[in-house]
């Protein structure tokens, strides 16, 4: 099987990997099945309520959890295997998917019932995504892990274009609570493939420690042994920064059923809503042969994010679909290049020893900032209007972004350490 492909075009040496690409499969079938939930849950809620603060309240409820469990997951997968950690988180989720789909099925209408459920989900992927995440370095070669980070982001992105547009289909065609009911049944089906791939899984214990070293734990002082690693490097504090900026000001997801239903009046225009940001990620992703070559990594990233909070502006300006889709493409292609800058940053920096509770803290920022943007949009939607929420929120993460590289030009000076290396 032949994994050459044109430089413009996206690395795909990876997937000659035998283990990553079964975990690239696993993952590319997970991602496209949870699109289905992440439309049918905000949908019922909006359905069951009328509200968009109720909407926003779902990024709270998914918040604690992720703050919790996303930390002590990343300590965790630093003591045990992760590929027995990864099996438990899993089957958590797996098991929620299916709480979801009885509730629709009795039609218990409850928006507390929603919000509990959520924080349990939550609960079972911020246990599981540090592992998923740190075993990345561990299986492919060190020179591939920003290409192995591409294909992961470009598989995810894809799932929630395909996802999300078939979400809207269901939606379009069937009543909301019929709807909502398929929806949850394909993810619970789906999520099998992750478990099929997370069993193929080798055996990966934790790391050897150096003799006289003292060897982590799952509990706080492991965590706070993670954490100040963090504070001593500036880059990443700075990096987790500027993408909190980014999702907590500039994420209008909450807002995408209000809109879907006031200005368009279409059931299936949800379903473009929230596939278009995957849409411009999707496309970035298969053009990303450059990303591996820019040296000022760092300019990038902030380029990236500047991008997305312009981009995101003007799509809540507009008036028409097509254009709205296409501004939030845009900012999704944005969104592509600053991930995997972001996720090769923190694996180049952390050790493997360390590199399950730093991603414990990435999963907590990557996760839980688009959740304080769900409350954020909601909220600011309900006292200034869907458009001043959108919209407003998209210049002003885009302005905090200028502001904060200007004031610390560390992410600015910031390069790849072989870049470095080669220039002394």
């Not at 079972?124 to 060190?142: H, M, T």
């Not at 509990?219 to 490097?233: D, N, Y």
């Not at 591996?292 to 380029?303: D, N, W, Y």
């Not at 200007?406 to 600015?412: K, Q, T, V, Y």
Request: charged share 10%.
């Amino acid at each position: 099987m032949s994994f050459r492909s044109p430089g413009w075009m996206i690395d795909v040496r990876p997937l000659r990997v035998p283990t990553f690409r079964r975990t690239w499969v696993g993952n590319a079938a997970s991602y496209f099945g949870f699109q289905f939930t992440a439309v049918a849950v905000p949908v019922q809620m909006y359905a069951v309520t009328g509200s968009t603060t109720w909407v926003g309240l779902l990024g709270v409820a998914g918040l604690v959890p992720l703050l919790v469990f996303g930390l002590w997951g990343g300590a965790i997968a630093d003591v045990v295997d992760r590929r027995r950690l990864l099996l438990a988180g899993s089957l958590l989720t797996w098991v929620i998917t299916v709480g979801l789909l009885v509730q629709a099925l009795l039609g218990v209408r409850s928006g507390h019932l929603l919000l509990a459920l959520t924080a349990v989900q939550a609960a079972g992927f911020a246990i599981s995504s540090p592992a998923r995440q740190a075993i990345v370095p561990r299986i492919v070669p060190a020179e591939q892990v920003p290409a192995a980070n591409t294909l992961n982001f470009t598989a995810s992105t894809a799932g929630g274009v395909l996802g999300p547009l078939a979400a809207g289909v269901i939606m379009g065609i069937w009543s909301t609570d019929t709807g909502v009911d398929v929806a949850y049944a394909v993810d619970a089906l789906l999520f099998t493939v992750t478990f099929w791939a997370t069993w193929r899984l080798p055996a990966l214990p934790p790391a050897e420690h150096a003799e006289g070293e003292e060897r982590p734990t799952a509990g706080l002082r492991g965590i706070a042994e993670g954490l100040r690693f963090l504070v001593t490097q500036p880059v990443l504090l700075l990096s987790f920064a500027i993408d909190l900026i980014a999702m907590i000001f500039a994420m209008p997801r909450a807002l995408f059923p209000a809109v879907a239903e006031q200005q368009f009046g279409d059931g299936a225009a949800v379903g473009w809503l929230y596939s278009a940001i995957a849409i411009g990620s999707m496309l970035g992703g298969l053009t990303s042969g450059w990303i591996g070559r820019v040296r000022r990594q760092g300019v990038a990233l902030i380029v990236a994010v500047v991008g997305w909070g312009v981009a995101i502006g003007l799509a809540g300006l507009a008036t028409h679909l097509w254009l709205m889709v296409l501004l939030l493409a845009v900012a999704g292609a944005a969104d592509l290049v600053s991930s995997v800058y972001r996720q090769s940053i923190m694996q180049t920096f952390a050790p493997d020893r360390l590199r399950g509770r730093l991603q414990g803290v990435f999963t907590v920022v990557v996760a839980g900032g688009p959740r304080l943007g769900d409350l954020r949009a909601g909220a600011t939607a309900d006292l200034t209007g869907v458009t001043g929420s959108w919209a407003g929120g998209g210049f002003v993460a885009a302005g905090l972004a200028v502001v904060l590289a200007a004031s610390s030009p560390a992410l600015i000076r910031y390069r790849p350490v072989q870049e470095a290396a080669a220039d002394r």
